[in-house]
């Protein structure tokens, strides 16, 4: 990795920090955040590799005891509590947003990158958070859908648009994503 990646990944890994100082909704057992708009910016903005390794640092951050999370929250019980399945697709989850967003990097724009940042985001997110959410709280799959999915869906589609508006302007003003190289004799 060359240094500018190295600033790229630690910058982003900072920016899901500070979006934790924002105040947690608490609406059950998994509180509702602004973490994963950094995810999703994460993604959209760096691509797959760069995107997944400054959540991965995030996380790693938050694993050896710093108080990163909404609310303060930080140390190893974070993972093995009702949100670990949530905070532990966030690597996946970048990776995919940030490997559909530079298969689709010519054509990016803000109702693309928000369809991407459902799918290969929140998607992720809840196809992990939920059932660990369920293994975790003993709980069925209706409490892990009605805890841990429903209450995140209005807010979650909004930061979806908000991060695909940002990597747009990104995009546009300060590419960091470098264009896809074509195969010698493709079109």
């Known amino acids: 990795m060359k240094t500018r990646d190295l600033a790229y990944v630690a910058l982003f890994a900072a920016i899901v920090a ?12 998994v509180p509702i955040t602004a973490q994963t708009l950094g995810v999703m910016l994460a993604g959209a903005v760096l691509g797959a590799r760069r995107g997944s390794l400054a959540v991965l640092l995030f996380l790693v951050l938050v694993a050896v005891g710093l108080p990163l999370l909404a609310g303060g929250r930080g140390g190893l019980s974070v993972f093995v509590g009702p949100t670990a399945g949530y905070l532990l697709s966030w690597p996946v989850a970048a990776f995919v947003i940030g490997w559909l967003t530079e298969r689709t990097w010519d054509r990016y724009n803000v109702l693309r990158g928000a ?6 985001g929140l998607v992720v997110i809840y196809l992990v958070g939920a059932p660990v959410f ?7 799959w209706y409490d892990a859908f009605r805890f841990g999915v429903v209450p995140f869906v209005p807010g979650d589609l909004f930061k979806a648009f908000v991060a695909a508006a940002i990597a747009d302007v990104v995009r546009r003003s300060y590419p960091v994503i470098e264009r896809p190289r074509r195969a010698a004799g493709t079109r």
């Open 134 to 140: 369920t293994l975790i709280s003993g709980g069925s």
């Open 115 to 120: 369809l991407i940042n459902v799918v290969g």
């Open 18 to 29: 500070v979006l934790g100082t924002l105040p947690a909704i608490n609406v059950g057992p």
